[in-house]
């Protein structure tokens, strides 16, 4: 005869198969991929990983190209530290700076190449509309811009082509001066995106790298990493309002990037109230998950 399951052991199968349903429901919301029990009835405690995987948010860091690994293609944040001295670029007018002689003000970088045509074009275009609604911070006088193509074979005259098309698509007055495209050779590229992390890889013509800007304050201190190809306004005015002040980014900045995302629909940011909520809810189920559990030892003696 098989053993009928007393109450603990039904509540708990019941408790299991619904968490299992909610988190098919939700799992969407935070880009986690389909997971299934392997055995019908699963326990109460195999669920705790599936709802641990719930609170992570979805990555990021975006990055496009064919055969890159992971442990090449990375962004290591190194907030805190300081860009080293002498590196040695040109501008797009083919004039030699030294990258330290922007710094005496916040400067945003966004290391890129500029002859892609797939996602590098899509975080200038969005730091572009971003830099079109600022209100409280002013280019030139508050904070400048660099391009840095991480493309060692691309030149000043692929510089000065795009650069007029991202000063169009802020839609309002920029002085040209506050966005510096600037190209480089391989060493001093490699002094850069080596000091901030940003970690790339060549495939073919193209590259495989993360999409991020990075925040750098007076003197060269990385205060601030910006992901993806989207920035609202108040990014960009807290990043460069902290930065003005040397503070390496605050808490505040995550939080904002977790609770609102884009509408296309809209043509821009809203509160994202499904996942915000869906977190609480996730929240909510552990803990009611380990008390479920402690509850449960506490009445069988363990």
């Known amino acids: 005869m098989i053993p009928q399951a007393g ?7 019941g408790v299991s198969r619904g968490l299992l349903a909610i988190f098919s429901r939700m799992r969407y919301a935070f880009c986690i991929p389909s997971i299934r029990s392997s055995a019908r009835g699963a326990p109460v405690r195999t669920v705790l990983p599936l709802l641990m995987l719930l609170l992570l948010p979805c990555s990021p860091v975006f990055g496009h190209g064919k055969g890159a690994g992971k442990a090449i293609i990375a962004l290591d944040e190194k907030l805190g ?102 190209t480089g050779d391989s060493a001093n590229i490699r002094k850069f995106t080596d000091a901030v992390g940003f970690r790339f890889q060549r495939d073919g013509e193209d590259f495989s790298h993360p999409l991020a800007l990075i925040v750098l304050a007076p ?53 994202n109230i499904l996942k915000v909520v869906g977190t609480v809810i996730v929240l909510t189920l552990v803990s009611f998950f380990i008390y479920l559990m402690a509850t449960s030892k506490r009445k069988s003696g363990i």
């Open 219 to 271: 003197g060269g201190k990385v205060v601030r990493y910006l992901t993806g190809t989207t920035f609202l306004p108040f990014q960009v005015t807290m990043a460069v309002t902290e930065a003005a002040e040397g503070k390496v980014g605050s808490p505040a900045g995550r939080v904002l990037n977790y609770c609102f995302s884009y509408d296309p629909s809209r043509e821009g940011y809203s509160f």
């Open 81 to 182: 530290q300081v860009i080293p001295a002498g590196i040695i670029l040109r501008d797009e007018d083919g004039k030699t700076l030294d990258l330290s002689t922007l710094l005496d003000r916040p400067l945003i970088v966004a290391p890129v190449y500029l002859h892609c045509s797939h996602e590098c074009p899509m975080l200038l275009n969005g730091l572009a509309d971003a830099l079109g609604k600022l209100q409280v911070v002013r280019p030139e006088r508050d904070f400048r811009i660099v391009t840095l193509s991480f493309d060692e074979t691309e030149t000043p005259a692929i510089a000065r082509e795009k650069k007029p098309n991202y000063l169009a698509a802020i839609r309002a007055p920029f002085p040209p001066e506050a966005w510096r495209f600037l």
């Open 7 to 13: 109450p603990e052991g039904k509540r708990g199968k």
